[in-house]
């Protein structure tokens, strides 16, 4: 249980948000040429890390607006926030 | 030799004030090099490795962990046993463990404690009642015990539920497995540990991997906070920490880490001699042999490694146990406290070999991995030894999210995620 800063919202409970897992993982530009094992590692393969991670969130309960965040999961510290298309933080 | 444990080791240690009772198992340095070792002293790592020198005489093998013995999930589930899952790989999976659970202290010499009070998942609208009917049907075929009962029979066989048609969501059913039911967690662990070590098993505490040493496609050894160990075979039964493992060897799994809570009231007197699920309105109850009352809330549903989680999962879940039993009003809670659940895209969990020659992952068990503690060191032990899966086991390779012949258990999984 955390707070989240909604780039367009502003601070809101971590209740009115939604997890949408890690980020930047594109989808494929072709997909009919892709292998099973490469739309394995698309769909399913995750770097589930224990310390800063890249994440979606979408503020579900509020704008209804994905946004991208740095979190450490180890402690649930908000590092960055920032919007879809942006370019990511260096950490 | 280990002493046996039995009525008259109990006597005769009495007369000495219990002060002489032998160790369970002693405390090792690391050796330079085994012919394995499992990372991950919880029940399933301790389980692998007993029944690796029991079943296929690997006795040079060893358990690395990173705290204490049984101190990560296995020391946090809600100890719940059953095996009514719906799909024919995890029914032979599930009740291959409750086979095994049904003879283990016995096996082990150890008392797990295990009591088969039946357990009952209830059905709160329509499309339960079609689900729950349907798994029994799909338990019968697949031998295992399974009853659908009316509300009346719910009633009947735990009169503490409130079954008034007015409540938010009826209870318009259930389902119940008699041979389910619950086990002492911390002896599950101790007593394989206790097995393990007598077979000559080093069993090394406080010991965290730090790396994994590979040579091209195969594994050599690990990096420790004790140094570094040689191997061939490395079996990773981490939990929630298996991608963190995966990671060190330049792996990827289908894997995310959550935390799922649970919490025990103050003790009672006996008030509930069943377990109870439901997963509609996500509350589960059982009630320890000390009286407390074992309740299991939700996981939250983002990553993270905090071993804590959010207020409000535990405030949703009491708001369902209420309303099923109004009776538990003014029950005080003692304890609350999160474990961290590696979950897989369809439920199920992976038993299986990888890329890597040599490293073979035991994960994915999710919110109910504590029930299948003996099968799925039994089966791993035996994909460790033979570098092929069992028949058992097969179906719940890494492989499948690549074939896309997965294993949707969400709807036996009795924990919403």
Same mark, same amino acid.
């Given at each position: 249980?955390?707070?989240?800063?909604?780039? #367009?919202?502003?601070? +809101?409970?971590?209740?009115?948000?939604?997890?949408?897992?890690?980020?930047?993982?594109?989808?494929?530009?072709?997909?009919?040429?892709?292998?099973?094992?490469?739309?394995?590692?698309?769909?399913?393969?995750?770097?589930?890390?224990?310390?800063?991670? $890249? &994440? +979606?969130?979408?503020?579900?309960?509020?704008?209804?607006?994905?946004?991208?965040?740095?979190?450490?999961?180890?402690?649930?510290?908000?590092?960055?926030? #920032?919007?879809?298309?942006?370019?990511?933080?260096?950490? | 030799?280990?002493?046996?444990?039995?009525? $008259?080791?109990?006597?005769?240690?009495?007369?000495?004030?219990?002060?002489?009772?032998? @160790?369970?198992?002693?405390?090792?340095?690391?050796?330079? &090099?085994?012919?394995?070792?499992?990372?991950?002293?919880?029940?399933?790592?301790?389980?692998?490795? #007993?029944?690796?020198?029991?079943?296929?005489?690997? /006795?040079?093998?060893?358990?690395? &962990?990173?705290?204490?013995?049984?101190?990560?999930?296995?020391?946090? /589930?809600?100890?719940?046993? @059953?095996?009514?899952?719906?799909?024919?790989?995890?029914?032979?999976?599930?009740?291959?463990?409750?086979?095994?659970?049904?003879?283990?202290?016995?096996?082990?010499?150890?008392?797990?404690?295990?009591?088969? @009070?039946?357990?009952?998942?209830?059905?709160? /609208?329509?499309?339960?009642?079609?689900?729950?009917?349907?798994?029994?049907?799909?338990?019968?075929?697949?031998?295992?015990?399974?009853?659908?009962?009316?509300?009346?029979?719910?009633?009947?066989?735990?009169?503490?539920?409130?079954?008034?048609?007015?409540?938010?969501?009826?209870?318009?059913?259930?389902?119940?497995?008699?041979?389910?039911?619950?086990? +002492?967690?911390?002896?599950?662990?101790?007593?394989?540990?206790?097995?393990?070590?007598?077979?000559?098993?080093?069993?090394?505490?406080?010991?965290?991997?730090?790396?994994?040493? +590979?040579?091209?496609?195969?594994?050599?050894?690990?990096?420790?906070?004790?140094?570094?160990?040689?191997?061939?075979?490395?079996?990773?039964?981490?939990?929630?920490?298996?991608?963190?493992?995966?990671?060190?060897?330049?792996?990827?799994?289908?894997?995310?880490?959550?935390?799922?809570?649970?919490?025990?009231?103050?003790?009672?007197?006996?008030?509930? =001699?069943?377990?109870?699920?439901?997963?509609?309105?996500?509350?589960?109850?059982?009630?320890?042999?000390?009286?407390?009352?074992?309740?299991?809330?939700?996981?939250?549903?983002?990553?993270?490694?905090?071993?804590?989680?959010?207020?409000?999962?535990?405030?949703?879940? %009491?708001?369902?146990? %209420?309303?099923?039993?109004?009776?538990?009003?003014?029950?005080?809670?003692?304890?609350?406290?999160?474990?961290?659940?590696?979950?897989?895209?369809?439920?199920?969990?992976?038993?299986?070999?990888?890329?890597?020659?040599?490293?073979?992952?035991?994960?994915?068990?999710?919110?109910?991995?504590?029930?299948?503690?003996?099968?799925?060191?039994?089966? $791993?032990?035996?994909?460790?030894?033979? =570098?092929?899966?069992?028949?058992?086991?097969?179906? $719940?390779?890494?492989? @499948?999210?690549?074939?896309?012949?997965?294993?949707?258990?969400?709807?036996?999984?009795?924990?919403?995620?």
């Amino acid at each position: 249980m955390f707070l989240i800063n909604c780039p #367009y919202c502003g601070e +809101r409970d971590q209740q009115e948000f939604k997890a949408g897992g890690e980020a930047h993982i594109e989808r494929p530009k072709q997909p009919t040429e892709l292998s099973d094992d490469e739309w394995a590692e698309y769909l399913f393969m995750r770097k589930n890390i224990k310390g800063v991670q $890249f &994440e +979606r969130w979408n503020h579900t309960h509020g704008c209804r607006k994905w946004f991208n965040m740095v979190r450490d999961t180890s402690n649930d510290e908000i590092k960055a926030i #920032y919007k879809m298309g942006e370019k990511p933080p260096s950490q | 030799m280990r002493n046996k444990y039995s009525v $008259f080791s109990l006597i005769k240690n009495a007369l000495s004030y219990h002060e002489n009772w032998q @160790r369970a198992w002693k405390d090792p340095k690391p050796k330079k &090099e085994y012919d394995a070792v499992i990372v991950g002293g919880g029940g399933h790592g301790l389980a692998t490795a #007993y029944y690796l020198a029991k079943k296929h005489q690997m /006795n040079n093998i060893a358990v690395v &962990e990173k705290g204490w013995i049984g101190g990560g999930n296995t020391g946090r /589930n809600t100890t719940i046993i @059953r095996s009514n899952y719906l799909w024919d790989a995890s029914a032979g999976l599930y009740d291959h463990a409750l086979k095994i659970w049904e003879g283990l202290s016995q096996e082990l010499n150890y008392n797990v404690m295990f009591s088969q @009070r039946g357990v009952m998942n209830l059905a709160h /609208n329509l499309q339960d009642v079609r689900d729950l009917k349907r798994r029994t049907h799909a338990n019968r075929l697949n031998g295992i015990d399974a009853v659908y009962l009316s509300t009346e029979e719910v009633k009947k066989f735990c009169p503490i539920i409130n079954t008034s048609p007015d409540i938010r969501y009826p209870v318009l059913g259930g389902t119940l497995q008699r041979r389910a039911g619950t086990a +002492r967690h911390d002896a599950v662990a101790w007593g394989y540990a206790r097995g393990a070590d007598e077979m000559g098993v080093d069993i090394i505490q406080n010991c965290e991997v730090k790396g994994i040493k +590979r040579n091209g496609d195969s594994v050599e050894g690990i990096e420790t906070t004790k140094g570094f160990i040689k191997t061939k075979k490395i079996g990773v039964v981490a939990a929630g920490h298996s991608s963190v493992i995966a990671n060190m060897a330049g792996l990827r799994l289908p894997l995310e880490s959550k935390p799922l809570q649970a919490l025990v009231s103050e003790p009672v007197k006996p008030i509930i =001699d069943t377990v109870v699920m439901s997963n509609a309105v996500h509350a589960y109850v059982s009630q320890s042999d000390k009286g407390e009352l074992v309740i299991g809330a939700g996981t939250d549903d983002y990553v993270s490694y905090t071993q804590k989680g959010s207020h409000q999962i535990v405030e949703g879940t %009491l708001n369902a146990i %209420l309303e099923l039993y109004p009776i538990f009003s003014r029950m005080r809670m003692l304890r609350q406290w999160g474990g961290i659940v590696d979950i897989c895209p369809d439920a199920s969990p992976i038993l299986s070999k990888t890329s890597i020659k040599g490293l073979y992952f035991n994960c994915g068990w999710g919110t109910g991995g504590f029930k299948a503690t003996p099968g799925s060191g039994d089966l $791993f032990a035996h994909t460790i030894a033979n =570098d092929e899966p069992h028949k058992l086991n097969a179906a $719940f390779n890494l492989n @499948r999210f690549v074939s896309g012949d997965l294993v949707d258990e969400h709807g036996a999984a009795a924990v919403a995620h």
